[in-house]
């Protein structure tokens, strides 16, 4: 929705690109710690937003087609990572869990791919939830023309002075695969498995199996926090330093708002208190959007 934003109220090409490179540096400034493959997913998204958007012939089309394939990126890149980690033997597990757990409950007769239907849920919930977010953000334009409502603006009184402590903001190390939730999820199916494999039919071959793709996750784990992300890491830090300089002002300008953007969302939380459900969700939307797009420092 930010890039259908920007898109739309952007005269100039390469505007999105600009404002993925301002906010992928800024990002790395503020917590460094985020995994690269955030950055690419963000830059990624940013090139083929530009690409979409070169012409506004097609707004609604564009605005749906980025937020579809934003999704479906998603998606793929972690049953990329899974699948890496894991090889096929997590899909392996998934099937001989779920057919034991069943066949023990007597509600299946013969062996289903469980893995087959898991994975085209997971992809079509993305697909359908990327769609639902391009229509909203195709209705930019009509959203727009809605926001000319100035009684919705904030005093400068409210606004600031505003606590801009962003040095102090205690960062947070990022969070292995093994420390997420998801990655209890894989680590569950595979113990269950194997212990379902060593008990149920006595195969043995198995276990060894599901113990080597735990050894082999943790192992690309290592080779990558290690060897591969210091090298990638080093890179990605000459680009930043790169083209930190050539955006020093919108950085600067930004962080220095960036308190600003969170006071506004606090208050628009507390205006719209008076409304519930999918009401006060929309009405706080709507004030947080005209207090971003054009709240003004007096002086």
């Not at 394939?69 to 990329?80: E, H």
């Not at 962003?166 to 998801?182: A, H, I, Y």
């Amino acid at each position: 929705m930010l890039i259908a934003l920007l898109a739309f109220l952007s005269e100039k090409r390469g505007a999105i690109t600009k404002a993925t490179l301002v906010v992928i540096i800024i990002k790395a400034v503020v917590s460094p710690y985020t995994p690269i493959a955030a950055f690419v997913a963000v830059f990624i998204q940013g090139f083929i937003g530009e690409l979409l958007f070169s012409s506004k012939k097609f707004f609604a089309v564009s605005a749906i087609a980025l937020a579809v394939f934003a999704s479906l990126y998603s998606a793929l890149q972690k049953l990329f990572l899974v699948t890496l980690l894991f090889g096929t033997t997590l899909w392996k597990s998934i099937d001989l869990f779920f057919n034991y757990v069943l066949k023990q409950l007597s509600f299946l007769g013969h062996d289903i791919h469980f893995s087959y239907y898991l994975i085209l849920f997971y992809l079509m919930l993305h697909l359908v939830f990327g769609f639902l977010f391009g229509l909203a953000a195709s209705r930019v334009p009509k959203l727009i023309d809605r926001l000319s409502d100035t009684s919705l603006l904030f005093s400068n009184e409210k606004l600031f002075p505003v606590e801009a402590a962003l040095e102090n903001k205690k960062r947070k190390r990022r969070k292995l695969w093994f420390q997420k939730g998801s990655g209890f999820v894989v680590l569950f199916f595979l113990i269950a498995a194997m212990i379902i494999s060593y008990k149920y039919g006595g195969q043995r071959s198995e276990v060894v199996t599901l113990l080597l793709t735990i050894f082999r996750a943790v192992l690309i784990t290592l080779v990558w926090l290690l060897f591969v992300g210091p090298i990638a890491m080093r890179y990605f830090k000459k680009f930043i330093e790169k083209n930190k300089n050539k955006y020093t002002g919108e950085i600067e300008m930004v962080l220095e708002e960036l308190p600003v953007y969170k006071e506004i969302i606090s208050l628009a939380y507390q205006s719209s208190s008076n409304y519930s459900g999918a009401k006060r969700l929309k009405k706080f939307v709507n004030i947080a959007i005209v207090n971003i797009l054009f709240f003004k420092r007096d002086g």
